[in-house]
């Protein structure tokens, strides 16, 4: 459901017509994570859910990592790294604290056959469900040594595999970012709260 209220000021809908730029610049971050550093940027401060029917995707790493908020807050986070991976019907929401009380932001894509792309696709996540399969796995290699552009410190554990598969995924993330994310028949939309699952 959309979020509409007819009765709102003139500077309320101003209001509202910057949220979604706000909220869009942090969900749909661009730029490569090189090096050790898991998050190159500052994070908002608020997690987000992410859900797709599917997810493939080559070149696959996952490690041990930190997002820093604004304010300095370390926030845990499992780094999960694909070089390319493809998603059909994509979602994406978060929920924003505004003067007007609590506003979500609802973006899906990918879907109709067409799914969405992305490449050096990095997310610093806290949870994740769906049914998994990982081809040439590797359970145990060295975060700095991982089979993706992305690596971790030296020293931490690591996983990694040459490609895989999720159906059904699920996942709360501090952030994503990519050097390229097409999102085929994007759509953005405000709401009351409605959340990806």
């Known amino acids: 459901m959309k979020f509409r209220n007819p009765t709102l000021t ?4 101003i209001l509202l ?4 730029v706000a909220v869009v610049s942090t969900v749909l971050m661009a730029g490569v994570a090189n090096g050790a550093v898991p998050v190159s940027f500052a994070v908002s401060g608020s997690q987000f859910q992410i859900s797709a029917s599917q997810l493939k995707g080559t070149g696959f790493s996952q490690y041990a990592g930190t997002a820093v908020d604004t304010a300095g807050k370390d926030h845990p986070a499992s780094i999960a ?5 493809t998603l ?3 979602c994406q929401s978060v929920i924003t604290d505004t003067p007007l009380g609590k506003v979500g932001l609802l973006i899906t894509a990918g879907g109709g056959g067409a799914p969405a792309s992305a490449t050096d696709l990095q997310i610093g996540m806290t949870d994740l469900k769906g049914d998994a399969t990982f081809n040439n796995i590797r359970i145990g290699v060295d975060a700095s040594k991982v089979n993706t552009n992305a690596h971790g410190t030296a020293g931490d554990f690591a996983q990694d595999a040459d490609s895989l598969t999720i159906d059904h995924l699920q996942q709360t993330a501090w952030s994503t970012q990519a050097s390229v994310f097409t999102l085929t028949g994007m759509h953005v939309q405000l709401t009351k709260g409605e959340t990806c699952f």
């Open 88 to 90: 059909a019907d994509l």
């Open 10 to 13: 003139h500077a309320g809908r």
């Open 17 to 20: 017509a910057a949220v979604p």
């Open 81 to 85: 790294n694909i070089n390319s991976a």
